[in-house]
């Protein structure tokens, strides 16, 4: 047996990558993932843009500080690769973390008066004519700039729900003790009743042109008013009543808070996540168009 022992060939152990072609490969998966180099746009929402979506693929891939740095730093073009070799020529590359580079590039990319300008669009904002998952992707890339004013979550649904339309706004208001996700779950499902109530009545419509249509808003005709203040003279005031809608699965015996089955994304209609964390919604980040109107 100690002959056989002997002259067994060894078996030899596969060779460690090199780390020029780690690296390689990190930036390949950076790429793979929708990362995008980046060439110093001068407009700030495309500077957040690009750091948002690097900060979300970095934790996906699980690189460590120092690799964050050199994967970002190998994606900068034109004039932001001129700042950077500026900057690491005054700064040790390796001690380099992923927060103080992030901080020395909004520095550089983001000044205080476009931060002021941005904070007060977000106190302005409003949904306007949009679609509530523009309104919320607009709402979330601005919130940064007014973070003292949206410092408790009371605050920021109250400045979340003072922006939506009028007939969301007024259902939304009695719901302000909800986490925010459930808060835009509720607006996204306001929001679809709304437009199948529309679709409805076109439908309708369209096959008797005779009848009358009765949109969801309330008329604002003086023949109306009158007819509301005589019935409430007539009757006695009640204090209003507030359904009980699950907005995740429809039911009428409990809230969306307390809904024991999975939460589905109201934009791309999935379980698993929230409209807040949709990786559908958050394309609209990438082109930086976003409506802040």
Same mark, same amino acid.
């Given at each position: 047996?100690? +002959? *056989?022992?002997?002259?067994?060939?060894?078996? &030899?152990?596969? &060779?460690?990558?090199?780390?020029?072609?780690? *690296?390689?490969?990190?930036?390949?998966?950076?790429?793979? +993932?929708?990362?995008k180099p980046f060439k110093g746009s001068k407009s700030v929402l495309e500077v957040q843009t690009w750091l948002r979506a690097s900060e979300r693929i970095f934790s996906r891939m699980d690189l460590s500080d120092h690799h964050r740095v050199l994967v970002a730093s190998s994606m900068l073009q034109e004039r932001a690769l001129d700042w950077y070799e500026l900057f690491i020529a005054k700064v040790d590359e390796s001690s380099l973390s992923w927060i103080q580079l992030k901080e020395r590039f909004e520095l550089k990319f983001v000044h205080e008066s476009e931060k002021a300008n941005l904070a007060r669009s977000f106190l302005e904002l409003k949904q306007g004519k949009s679609?509530?998952?523009?309104?919320? &992707?607009?709402?979330? &890339? +601005?919130?940064?700039?007014?973070?003292? *004013?949206?410092?408790?979550?009371?605050?920021?649904?109250?400045?979340?729900?003072?922006? #939506?339309?009028?007939?969301?706004?007024?259902? #939304? #208001?009695?719901q302000l003790k909800l986490s925010f996700e459930e808060l835009v779950d509720s607006a996204l499902c306001l929001e679809a009743v709304e437009k199948e109530r529309d679709s409805g009545d076109n439908v309708e419509v369209s096959k008797n042109p005779n009848k009358k249509r009765f949109p969801f808003h309330k008329p604002n005709s003086s023949n109306h008013k009158k007819k509301k203040q005589a019935t409430s003279s007539s009757q006695p005031s009640s204090a209003p009543s507030v359904q009980r809608v699950c907005y995740n699965c429809g039911s009428l015996d409990h809230f969306l808070h307390s809904c024991p089955k999975p939460r589905i994304c109201r934009y791309c209609k999935k379980e698993g996540h929230r409209v807040s964390d949709c990786p559908i919604a958050s394309k609209g980040f990438k082109s930086g168009k976003l409506n802040v109107a």
């Open positions: 047996m100690e +002959l *056989f022992r002997g002259t067994q060939p060894s078996v &030899a152990t596969p &060779a460690a990558p090199s780390q020029k072609y780690a *690296f390689a490969r990190m930036c390949s998966d950076y790429s793979h +993932l929708g990362g679609s509530v998952s523009d309104y919320v &992707a607009s709402f979330n &890339a +601005l919130s940064k700039y007014g973070v003292e *004013f949206i410092n408790t979550p009371r605050k920021k649904n109250l400045r979340f729900v003072d922006g #939506l339309k009028k007939y969301l706004k007024k259902v #939304l #208001l009695l």
